[in-house]
């Protein structure tokens, strides 16, 4: 009962904004609806705390959802506020006004919490496809060229990837039938896990089940190589919501990821999984880091910025571990953070210079102070410079990858982290130096628009100083799922 | 009663063969229509299996199941289809990138490859190897229909075509999954084609054209 608020309460969330026809009334009331989800997710994250894992027949919540759901409901936050800012300028169209957009960000906030909150993996990948649909128009939302080009790969690319994990899922639900499993409990993810635990599974078809779902869910997550609906849904999407793409359901893909690892590696033991997870990882960090370096769009090199920490976060996943399962989930909650505040920045620039074009951009510094600032904090941190939090993981990462010596891991890591720490701060600083042009109006930075970024770059800051005890306990939590 | 059950027995064993004959007409159909006609007769093959699974093992489930498909398949998404290329009033080829000989020839090697997938797994999980493999060449060939064909409605055909591959392991292997799931999955199929229409209206009046291989503004 504790599951069913914090899941239906975008669902009537996004029912209510549809009836709101003034823009003003539709901010006030996504603004609302965001705070009482915010509650009922505290609610079911403290319910998870004090009793430890809630389980029911198709909700169930336990340390590891507790952590994501936590990371959704800070982001989503952070993208709302940020949003009844942003939207001022987007123009009323039939299906492109506010209530349109919050209700769709509502829709998509709904599949996003069922991601987390699946108890069967059936519904975990029904709702894994809503996530799509749910976005899909979100990422059209404009309706430019880009936009529905983008919106159109979005969907075909994500729907067939899904259509394997689809695949993945039944060949594992033949595992567990073979195993001995009933027909109703044979999707249950806890009775999956006991009965991995007891080797009750053939080794050959939960091998091949993960190869699919690795391939499927790894399309969401946006492993290279296929990953290429991702830079053009993250560029093409107004900024709210390609921050919440990056920041959220990338996360909510891995999500799904790793409980698929969990199992895999309770069945057939860490090592198949995890080479997996290792060589999708490193492959996408090296293709990703060497994508970043000749970007000419901002929001496109924010994107396969996403590719190259989804990379890292799996190489972590990959590498298992205490420090690197430790700094795999904290790297998801400071990337999220990290790169919502670069997107905020990123949409400011496009407001501001009507461009996302990197090279049509020169001396911000001068021009527009603050968000020149917010790149540059935002920049910083998420090339991983102490003493912002990315630091913190992505060390984390690499003391396991030479703890366990696995030189080569660690080296290409290394490497991949130098050439992203030079590519983008000279994209960067590009942008913010030089002289600035002739004629700038007057810089537009709305005061809603000013605290989001505050509060995320304080957070990234505080993070990678000292992390708080609310949160280290929640850490431990879901790190006790994961081991 | 006993005629029923050996015909349902038969039904099983051979609608590989029907399956594997539909594939190969979509490798040569020219027209947008043609495929539509092929997936629905793929779908009514696949109605007819439900239905023999459903009285051999006598299932409720699987009947209700047989019923969806039977609806959405065969009929509805088959009219959805007709009435969008109606109303796009676009040219109905399919815009093959390749001929119909070298299609024939693509799908005859993969359901050789289908074959050759599931030998290895058959005899461990005891399930009829035909049916998996006419399973597994679907799922080939509709990812072959997405990457061959120019015509937006044609990679929303493959797409179908592909999960119908994938009712159909789920179906040979473990008569199907539980019904919600059943649904649920029927459902995203349903709303997900659903936004691909919309799409390909939009397509057509913001490029004028449905031909998504010159969708290319996007790269790198």
Redesign the interface.
Same mark, same amino acid.
């Given at each position: 009962m504790v599951l069913i608020w914090p899941l239906f309460i975008p669902l009537l969330g996004a029912a209510l904004l549809l009836l709101c026809r003034d823009r003003r009334v539709a901010d006030a009331v996504a603004l609302a609806v965001c705070g009482v989800e915010i509650l009922a997710i505290g609610n079911a994250v403290w319910q998870v705390h004090r009793w430890g894992s809630i389980e029911g027949r198709y909700l169930r919540a336990d340390g590891l959802t507790s952590f994501f759901l936590v990371n959704i409901a800070f982001i989503s936050a952070l993208s709302l506020v940020y949003a009844t800012g942003y939207l001022r300028h987007v123009g009323e169209g039939r299906f492109s006004s506010a209530r349109w957009f919050y209700a769709l960000v509502y829709l998509f906030l709904f599949t996003m919490v069922g991601v987390c909150l699946s108890a069967?993996l059936?519904?975990l990948?029904?709702m894994m496809?809503?996530t799509?649909?749910a976005s899909?128009?979100l990422v059209?939302f404009y309706?430019?060229?880009?936009a !529905?080009? *983008?919106?159109? #790969?979005y969907? !075909?690319v994500c729907?067939?990837g899904i *259509?394997f994990a689809?695949?993945g899922t039944?060949?594992f639900?033949?595992a567990a039938? #073979?195993g001995g499993l009933s027909? *109703?409990s044979a999707?249950n993810w806890t009775t999956l896990l006991a009965a991995a635990s007891q080797k009750q599974f053939?080794p050959?078809?939960v091998r091949?089940a993960f190869v699919f779902i690795l391939v499927g869910y790894g399309t969401k997550v946006g492993f290279v190589p296929m990953h290429s609906w991702l830079?053009?849904a993250h *560029?093409?999407a107004p900024t709210p919501v390609s921050a919440m793409l990056s920041a959220i359901l990338l996360n909510c893909a891995m999500y799904a990821l790793i409980r698929y690892e969990i199992l895999a590696s309770r069945a057939i033991g860490t090592e198949f999984a995890h080479t997996l997870l290792l060589f999708f990882g490193t492959f996408s960090i090296v293709v990703a880091g060497l994508?970043i370096l !000749?970007?000419r769009n901002l929001k496109?090199m924010l994107a396969y910025s996403s590719v190259e920490h989804m990379g890292i976060i799996a190489i972590g996943v990959g590498l298992g571990g205490p420090l690197g399962l430790l700094g795999a989930l904290l790297h998801t909650f400071n990337h999220s953070t990290a790169k919502a505040l670069l997107f905020f920045g990123a949409g400011n620039v496009r407001h501001n210079f009507g461009t996302l074009r990197m090279d049509r951009v020169r001396g911000m510094a001068r021009s527009n102070p603050r968000t020149a600032g917010v790149l540059i904090v935002g920049g910083l941190a998420i090339v991983g410079l102490p003493p912002f939090s990315l630091f913190v993981s992505e060390f984390a990462i690499l003391s396991e990858a030479f703890t366990q010596s696995r030189y080569l891991i660690g080296g290409v890591f290394l490497l991949v982290l130098s050439l992203v720490f030079g590519g983008f701060l000279y994209h960067l600083l590009r942008m913010i130096c030089g002289a600035s042009q002739e004629t700038q109006p007057k810089p537009h930075f709305a005061r809603a628009e000013f605290a989001v970024m505050v509060v995320a770059g304080v957070c990234l800051l505080y993070f990678g100083v000292h992390i708080p005890a609310a949160f280290s306990v929640l850490l431990r939590e879901a790190m006790t799922v994961l081991q | 009663m006993e005629f029923v059950g050996i015909a349902a027995g038969k039904v099983v064993s051979t609608s590989a063969v029907f399956l594997i004959l539909t594939i190969v007409g979509l490798a040569v159909a020219r027209r947008i229509s043609t495929c539509v006609l092929l997936f629905s007769m793929q779908s009514v093959i696949i109605t007819a299996q439900v239905a023999a699974t459903a009285y051999l093992e006598n299932s409720r489930e699987a009947w209700v199941v047989a019923g969806l498909v039977f609806t959405f398949k065969v009929l509805g998404i088959p009219y959805a289809f007709f009435w969008l290329v109606e109303r796009l009033k676009s040219p109905r080829d399919v815009k093959a990138s390749t001929t119909p000989a070298q299609s024939v020839f693509v799908v005859v090697v993969m359901v050789f490859i289908s074959y050759a997938a599931v030998r290895s797994y058959v005899f461990g999980i005891r399930v009829p190897e035909d049916a998996l493999a006419a399973a597994v060449a679907l799922i080939l060939t509709g990812a072959f229909l997405m990457v061959s064909r120019k015509k937006a409605l044609m990679q929303m055909l493959g797409l179908l075509v592909l999960e119908n591959g994938i009712f159909l392991a789920a179906l040979t292997t473990t008569f199907g999954m539980p019904l919600v799931i059943e649904m649920g999955v029927l459902f995203d199929v349903v709303v997900g084609l659903l936004l691909m229409g919309i799409f390909t209206f939009r397509i057509r009046d913001t490029f004028e054209h449905l031909d998504v291989s010159r969708l290319r503004r996007l790269r790198g």
């Open positions: 069967n059936g519904l990948w029904i496809e809503a799509t649909l899909a128009f059209g309706n430019t060229e880009g !529905v080009e *983008a919106g159109w #790969k969907i !075909v729907t067939v *259509a689809l695949f039944i060949v639900y033949l039938v #073979k027909h *109703a999707l053939d050959n078809l091949l830079p053009d *560029a093409e994508l !000749v970007q496109r | -």
